[in-house]
C-alpha cells in the first residue's frame, strides 16, 4: 500500500540545541494551538492565552538578546519557529511575527537604560506589542503620516489616527510613529506608547476576509502624553528605524506564508489519500499528483530563500533586497499554494468543513501586509536597476 502520508518538515537545526527547540515548537503547536484553530477563527477568538504560554516559553523573544530576557537565537532559527507556529494557525504565527517587530524598535535602537527598563517585559513578561505606521491616508507612501508629537516640557502629546494595527486594541504596548518636524521621512520620530495610557482608544476591529482571530483596529492617539523617556532614537530617526524594523518583519511574514502553505498541502495530501475515485485513492493520479510537486517545490523554494536572508541578516551583512524577494516570493507562493489545495480538495475544499478554505483567505492578507508586493517590487527593482529617474 503507497505511503500518502505527509512527512514531517526537516528543519535545517544549525545547533543541537536548535533542534529540541523545533521539536518543542511543534509539540506545543499541535498539542495547543491546532486543535482549536479552526472553532476559534470561525468564532473570531483572540487566543491572549495562547501568547502568555509563548512569552512563558521564552518563544515571544528568540531573537532577541538574552541579557534582556531573549533567547539570543539567529533569525535562521527564530524563523522557522515561526513557519511552525503559522502551521498550526497564522493568527498565532502572524501574532508572534508582530510582536518581534513591534519590540525591535526599542531593542535595536533604544538607548542602554530605556532597554533594561522596558525590554524583560515585553519579552518575557506576558506583554504584548502592536506596530503603528501606517494611517488611513498613508499605507504605501509611509512618510506622509500625520500623527504629530508635540513637545511640551518634559513629555510629548501624541495626536492621529493609526489603520490596520495588528493587535490593535489588545496590545500592551504600541510602538508609535509620529510626525514631530517636517513633512517627508526626516519630520519622523519613534515613540513606545504604554496600551492604557490616557487618550489612547482603539476603533472596533475591521471585518475581514480572513485572520478573523488576529483583531485588526484602527488606533486613536487624541493627546496622549509620553516622557521624552519612551523616545525612541534622536528625534527625526524614526523614518529609519522603521524601515529597518520591517526587513525584519518581511523576513518573518515569509516564514508565516510558508507555513501557512505547508499546512495547506499537508491537508491536501491527507484528502487525496482518503478521496476514492474510479476504484483509487485520487492521490494516484499524475496531474494531482504534478499540482502536489509544484506546490511543494514553491514551498521548498520559499524556506530557501527565507532562510538565505536570514543568514545574510545574522552575518550582519545587508539583506534588505533578500527580504523584499522572500516576502514577494513566499506570499505569492501561499496564495498560489491554499488556492491549489482548495482546487485539489474539489467541492468540499470550498466548504468550511475542511481548513484549506481558510487557508485561502489567510494567505491574502499575506500579500499586503507589511508592504504590499508591489512595493516589494519596487524595492527589488531597485536594487537591480537602479532607483528610478525623476
Known sequence: MPDHAPHPVERQAPTEEAGDLF?????????????????????????????ALLSRSGLLALPYAEEYGGGDQPYEVYLQVLEELAMARLTVGLGVSVHTLACHALAAFGAKEQRAEHLPGMLGGGLLGAYCLSEPTSGSDAAALRTRAVRDGGDWVLDGTKAWTTHGGVADFYTVFARTGGEGARGITAFLVPGDAAGLSAAAPERKMGLTG?????????????????????????????LAALDSGRLGIAACAVGLAQAAVQEAVVFMADRQQFGRPIADFQGLRFMVADMATRIEAGRALYLAAARLR??????????AMAKLFCSDAAMQVTTDAVQLLGGYGYTADFPVERYMREAKALQIVEGTNQIQRMVVARHVAGPESR
Do not use: N, W
Open 23 to 51: 521539536a518543542l515548537v511543534r509539540e506545543l503547536a499541535e498539542r495547543e494551538i491546532a486543535p482549536h484553530a479552526a472553532e476559534q477563527e470561525a468564532a473570531g477568538h483572540f487566543p491572549r492565552d495562547v501568547f
Open 214 to 242: 488576529s483583531p485588526t483596529a484602527q488606533i486613536h492617539l487624541d493627546g496622549v502624553r509620553v516622557t521624552d523617556a519612551r523616545r525612541i532614537g534622536d528625534e527625526g530617526q524614526g523614518f529609519a528605524i522603521a
Open 314 to 323: 545574522d552575518a550582519g551583512k545587508p539583506y534588505g533586497k533578500q527580504a
